[in-house]
C-alpha cells in the first residue's frame, strides 16, 4: 500500500513536471538535486519528506502538499440534474492582461468585477512588490490600482512572479521606463527560449532585447530602434499580441500589427487602451493601426467582458447531465463556432436577443439548454485563431463527445501534451483513445460511473472531469484543485447552487 501511494505521488510529480515542459535535469537543478533522484521519485522509489514535497510542488507551480494545510479536494456525488440560472463572470485572461497594462497609466485604473482566481492574486503580489498600490473596493470586486512614480524593480516577489505565466506581459509596459531590467520567470532555459521568441519578435522594433537565463529575464532598450514598418507575428498568440499592443501603447508614433490576435482578451485590452488616450484601428480584425501617446496619466474605469471559456464550461455541465438551465450575459461572438458545432450534434437551445456587455462593446445573450439527445460530429472538432472554435473551450468537446452517439474526433494541435489528460475520462467509464499526443478518439454514449482521480495539472481538462462526475453515478473524488482555483472563482460552491452535490474537504 505505502509502495503504491509513492508510485502515485511520483506520476503526479512527473505529469507537472512535464506540463511546466521540464526535463529531469532542469527539474533536478532547481531542486539542487540530482537527474537520478528526480528518476527515482518519479517511479515512486523514493521515501520523500514533506519538505522536499513542498520545494517540489513550489518548483512546478503545482500544489503536490501544501505544508500547514493539506491540498483541498472535492468529492462529488451524482448523477446531477441542475436547475436554475446563473450569470457567467468576467473573463480571467481579460483581468490578468489589464493588471499588466495598468503599467501603462501612471494614475488610478479602476477595473469592475475582476476575477479574483489564483492566477490575478499572484499578479497582485507581484505589483504590490513593485510599489503599486491594489485595494479590493467591495464585494463586487471591483479592483483599484494606483502606480508608484517609480517601481522597485529590485524588489520584485520572484515567489508570486515565478508563480505565474503571466509576467512575460510586463515586457511591453517596462520597456518604455528602463533601458535595462530583469524580470523572474517560471520554468527552465529552454522553456524559456522557446516562449519568449514569438514576443521578441514583436518587441524588437521598440528596441527590446531579452535574454532568458537562469530562470530570469534580463532586457536591455536601445533607444534610438523604433518601428520602421509593420510588425508581423510569427503567431497570432493572444499574450504576444497584448505585448506588441502595450509596447505601442507608450510610442508616440504609428504602430502597425499584423497577424495580430482579435480574441475576447485582445479586444478587452484594446477598448482600455482607449480609454488611456491610445487610438486603436481594426479591433476584431488581424490588423491593429496604433497611435501611443508620450505619457499616460489619467483616472480611468473600465468594466472586462464576460469569459466565453467559463461560458462553455457551464454549457458544458447542461450537456453532459440533460439539465435545462439559463446561462446569462454569455460573450455570444466568442461562441458562435462552438455552439454551430453543438446544434450539428443535435443540442437544443433557446437564446435572447443581444445586449451590450459594460465594456460598451461586447454582445451578450442570455441562453437556456434543453436535454438534448446528441450524435458525433460528421468532421474532426479542432481549435483555431478567433474567429474559430477557442484552443481553450477544445476540451470541453471531450465530455460533450463522450455522451453523444458515436465516435468524434478532437484534434488539439496546438499543445504538445494535453490531449492526454483527457484520456482520464476513461476512470469514470468513458472511451476515449489516445491517437498520438494531439488527437483523440471518443466512443459514446457514455454511462459514466464514481472514481477517485488525481487533479491533471492542466486546467481545462481537471475542470472536464470534474464536470463528467456531475454525470457519473455514486461517488467520485477529485484531488488536488488548486489549478482549477487559477482559472475560476468559486466553481464548485456555484455548481451547487444549480443543484450540484460537490463538498470540499482536506486530508487530515
Not at 450537456?319 to 454569455?330: A, G, H, K, L
Request: charged share 20%.
Amino acid at each position: 500500500m505505502e509502495t503504491d501511494y509513492k508510485g502515485r505521488i511520483g506520476n503526479l510529480i512527473r505529469d507537472a513536471r512535464k506540463h511546466r515542459g521540464l526535463t529531469q535535469h532542469q527539474l533536478a537543478e532547481l531542486l539542487a538535486t540530482s537527474q537520478s533522484a528526480i528518476n527515482r521519485i518519479e517511479k515512486g522509489h523514493q521515501n520523500l519528506s514533506l519538505e522536499m514535497l513542498a520545494r517540489i510542488g513550489a518548483a512546478l507551480d503545482s500544489e503536490i502538499v501544501a505544508l500547514g494545510a493539506g491540498p483541498t479536494h472535492l468529492r462529488v456525488n451524482g448523477p446531477t440534474t441542475l436547475s436554475g440560472s446563473i450569470a457567467v463572470k468576467t473573463s480571467k485572461n481579460a483581468g490578468v492582461a489589464l493588471l499588466c497594462a495598468s503599467l501603462l497609466n501612471r494614475g488610478r485604473t479602476t477595473l469592475r468585477k475582476v476575477a479574483r482566481i489564483e492566477e490575478v492574486n499572484r499578479l497582485l503580489e507581484v505589483l504590490n512588490s513593485l510599489g503599486v498600490q491594489t485595494r479590493w473596493l467591495n464585494e463586487q470586486n471591483d479592483l483599484e490600482i494606483i502606480p508608484p512614480a517609480d517601481l522597485n524593480l529590485v524588489a520584485i516577489d520572484e515567489a508570486a512572479a515565478r508563480r505565474t505565466r503571466s509576467v512575460i506581459m510586463f515586457l511591453g509596459p517596462l520597456l518604455h521606463r528602463y533601458d535595462e531590467f530583469e524580470l523572474p520567470y517560471a520554468g527552465g532555459c529552454n522553456l524559456g527560449e522557446r516562449t519568449v521568441e514569438p514576443h521578441m519578435s514583436a518587441l524588437r522594433p521598440f528596441g527590446l532585447e531579452v535574454k532568458a537565463t537562469e530562470g530570469s529575464y534580463h532586457a536591455t532598450v536601445n533607444r534610438a530602434v523604433e518601428p520602421e514598418r509593420p510588425i508581423v507575428l510569427t503567431e497570432r498568440g493572444d499574450t504576444v499580441t497584448e505585448n506588441a499592443l502595450m509596447a505601442a501603447a507608450l510610442y508616440p508614433g504609428t504602430t502597425v500589427i499584423r497577424n495580430a490576435s482579435s480574441n475576447y482578451m485582445v479586444q478587452d485590452l484594446c477598448f482600455y487602451l482607449r480609454k488611456l488616450g491610445v487610438q486603436i484601428e481594426g479591433v476584431g480584425s488581424t490588423t491593429l493601426r496604433v497611435t501611443g501617446c508620450e505619457t499616460i496619466d489619467v483616472d480611468v474605469d473600465y468594466a472586462p467582458s464576460e469569459d466565453p471559456i467559463e461560458a462553455m464550461s457551464l454549457l458544458a455541465a447542461a450537456i453532459v447531465t440533460r439539465s435545462s438551465i439559463t446561462i446569462q450575459r454569455v460573450p455570444i461572438e466568442f461562441l458562435e463556432i462552438e455552439l454551430a458545432t453543438l446544434e450539428e450534434m443535435g443540442f437544443r437551445y433557446d437564446r435572447t436577443a443581444e445586449y451590450v456587455a459594460n465594456n460598451g462593446e461586447t454582445r451578450l445573450v442570455d441562453i437556456t439548454t434543453h436535454p438534448s439527445e446528441l450524435r458525433a460530429p460528421l468532421d474532426k472538432i479542432h481549435p483555431m485563431p478567433f474567429p474559430g472554435l477557442n484552443i481553450d473551450n477544445l476540451p470541453f468537446f471531450a465530455v460533450i463527445a463522450a455522451v453523444a452517439e458515436g465516435q468524434t474526433l478532437l484534434h488539439d494541435w496546438v499543445y504538445e501534451n494535453r490531449a492526454i489528460y483527457l484520456t482520464e475520462l476513461n476512470k469514470l467509464g468513458a472511451q476515449v483513445k489516445l491517437l498520438d499526443p494531439h488527437r483523440v478518439l471518443i466512443e459514446g454514449p457514455t454511462h459514466f460511473s464514481g472514481a477517485e482521480i488525481v487533479c491533471p495539472p492542466a486546467l481545462r481538462p481537471a475542470v472536464v472531469i470534474l464536470l463528467a462526475m456531475l454525470a457519473s453515478k455514486g461517488t467520485s473524488v477529485l484531488r488536488s484543485t488548486y489549478v482549477i482555483h487559477r482559472g475560476y472563482e468559486d466553481l464548485a460552491e456555484r455548481l451547487n447552487l444549480l443543484g450540484a452535490n460537490i463538498e470540499t474537504f482536506r486530508d487530515i
